[in-house]
């Protein structure tokens, strides 16, 4: 059973609005939390992760906020661009760090 | 939902030998699978791609001898590093598909350990 949902397939957003992307897990033993962006074509780009002792972490454009009693992430970003347009991943492991678990991806088009 | 699974999680081998690595598709059948490395903190490298029954198609960079993949079914694919070096040491994660442009289901990764 999936450990990590991204229950949103696809998501359009206009150009300059913010993009929220949203990421449930399953399993309390997950403490460390990561995003990542592919293009088609190439594997997924790291783009920015929380551990569980955050609640919000952010760079740049691009914040994650961790809700643990909600077993959920967000991805927020502000101002979306034509180029953030991509799928994105979310991920979780555990202290040990030996397994990731992977959603299965939202498709987010950002609409000049 | 589509669940996919590698054996073994976590795996120590010696300098020189040679260690396969399985990926399953346990409830679709995968038309193609991926295989990724990944570094700590870093981007996950797509190392090939895998469609049941053909020659997988690595990406630059790649040694093709040295990581040999075998997609034998739809429901498994190998990985074998041969002749393991410690630089090999890292995690590697496959994804499986059960069509083109269809979702990505990740299987949950294995840690080599080249020692």
Known sequence: DQQVKQNSPSLSVQEGRISILNCDYTNSMF???LWYKKYPAEGPTFLISISSIKDKNEDGRFTVFLNKSAKHLSLHIVPSQPGDSAVY????????GNQFYFGTGTSLTVIP | GAVVSQHPSWVICKSGTSVKIECRSLDFQATTMFWYRQFPKQSLMLMATSNEGSKATYEQGVEKD???INHASLTL?????TSAHPEDSSFYICSATRQVRDEQYFGPGTRLTVT
């Not at chain 1, 991943?89 to 040990?96: E, G, K, P, R, W």
């Not at chain 2, 694919?77 to 590093?81: E, F, G, K, Y």
């Open chain 2, 66 to 68: 040295k990581f040999l």
């Open chain 2, 77 to 81: 694919s190998t990985l074998t590093v």
């Open chain 1, 31 to 33: 403490d460390y939390f």
């Open chain 1, 89 to 96: 991943f979310c991920a979780a492991s555990d202290y040990t």
